[in-house]
């Protein structure tokens, strides 16, 4: 480039492109925000796509702080590798169970008309039932929740990795609800381990993303899955979500712990008629949710109201004042969802009933708020119902 001084418009957009150099290791990661990777010479660029080299080139192709995100994913998983995705939607590509989470299945409902994948919705805590599916045709895969949204019904990862296995299909896990926290699916056979990230990994309530961990192999495929259908997590969003990570263990056991204490009062309310939660003893997985999760059994209790029917649950959510009446779980904030309004409102409401997710169902996600205050709302609400 010949000597003479750069123009003040050439000069604003080459300045500050990287930080200055001192001593000093940072200890929260820097946010590089950078879509694109300059590299001196065109042979190392080169080597980098080639992946002989490790190194960044694209925003798709993978970014310093998502990948420090993917590899304390895959430390939290413990497994080799973790790739993250936009969404925990975009994490998801498998076959379902049928109670779990209801866009889960509306998107496997679509691959069958779309794509002529052949799927099977079925309840994966019936291992007779798994085994029969497994054996009538070939599989390439079984799904499931570990803590199924929102009937919270618990799956034996172990059982159903040996079934799997046995019969020469992977198992896929969403370990959403469970969290690192709890246990971690691939020590006990899963194959792929998939979190919505958006829900207590980041907690608060200000990040989308997902994340799918397994072998080196498997993180290859999932690689060439965000390059080739864009669906990678921005630099932005991967900081945001590793600073909310920090606290993952210490608002988890909070949370589990207050969601047995909210599970056991709404079981002894006169206007609640069930109460689902791992952690009560009548729960038909408690024994499988003790031994799998360690004594914790999630930060999640679903119930229905004695009177079973949509104004009733209307009316609770209406009177909440300080848990949210809103369509997520794993935050700070106590939040409540209607689930045949919204993350079940594309099932017809035939199956709805049939699964037991009838008009006055509710699922509550506690919060870290004070235990007490917590369930004078609740009682708040009932009172109105
Ligand atoms: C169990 C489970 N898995 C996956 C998802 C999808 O995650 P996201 O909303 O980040 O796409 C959800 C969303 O509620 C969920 O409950």
Excluded at 48 to 67: C, I, L, W
Excluded at 241 to 247: D, H, K, Y
């Amino acid at each position: 480039m010949d000597r003479r001084e750069l123009g003040a418009g050439t000069r604003v957009v080459r300045a500050a492109r990287s930080l200055p150099p001192g001593q000093g290791q940072p200890v929260v990661p820097p946010l590089v925000q950078s879509v694109a990777f300059d590299y001196g010479s065109a042979a190392e660029q080169d080597a980098v796509f080639g992946g002989e080299r490790p190194g960044y080139v694209y925003g798709r192709y993978g970014t310093p702080t998502t990948a420090a995100l993917e590899s304390a994913m895959a430390e939290l998983d413990g497994v080799e590798a973790a790739t993250c995705f936009v969404t925990g939607m975009a994490a998801i590509a498998a076959v379902a169970q049928e109670d779990c989470y209801g866009q889960t299945r509306a998107l496997f409902e679509r691959w069958t008309r779309e794509r002529s994948a052949d799927v099977v919705f079925l309840d994966t805590t019936d291992h007779k039932a798994v085994e029969a599916a497994l054996r009538t045709k070939p599989t390439t895969l079984l799904y499931a929740e570990a803590i199924a949204n929102p009937l919270l019904r618990v799956n034996d990862v172990a059982a159903l990795a040996r079934l799997a296995h046995e019969n020469g299909a992977s198992l896929a896990v969403d370990a959403t609800f469970a969290t690192p926290v709890l246990f971690r699916p691939a020590a006990l056979g899963a194959t792929m381990v998939i979190h919505s990230l958006t829900k207590y990994v980041n907690g608060h309530g200000d990040v989308m993303g997902g994340s799918v961990g397994g072998s080196t192999e498997l993180g290859r495929a999932m690689r060439d899955r965000t390059i080739l259908d864009g669906a990678y997590l921005p630099p932005h969003e991967a900081w945001l979500a590793i600073r909310g990570m920090r606290t993952l263990a210490l608002r988890v056991r909070r949370q589990c712990e207050s969601a047995l204490v909210v599970a056991r009062h709404l079981a002894k309310h006169p206007k609640v008629a069930r109460v689902r939660y791992p952690g009560l003893e009548d729960h038909p997985q408690h024994e499988v949710a003790t031994r799998q999760f360690g004594g914790l059994y999630g930060g999640v209790v679903s119930f229905v109201l004695r009177d079973d029917t949509k104004p009733a649950a209307f009316r609770f959510l209406d009177a909440l004042e300080l848990a949210a009446s809103a369509t997520t779980i794993g935050d700070l904030f106590t939040e409540v969802l209607y689930p045949p309004i919204s993350s079940h409102r594309r099932l017809p409401a035939e199956e709805r009933k049939r699964l037991g997710i009838t008009d006055g169902f509710l699922r509550i996600s506690v919060g870290i708020e004070d235990p007490d205050d917590i369930l004078a709302d609740i009682d708040r609400a009932l009172d109105r119902v």
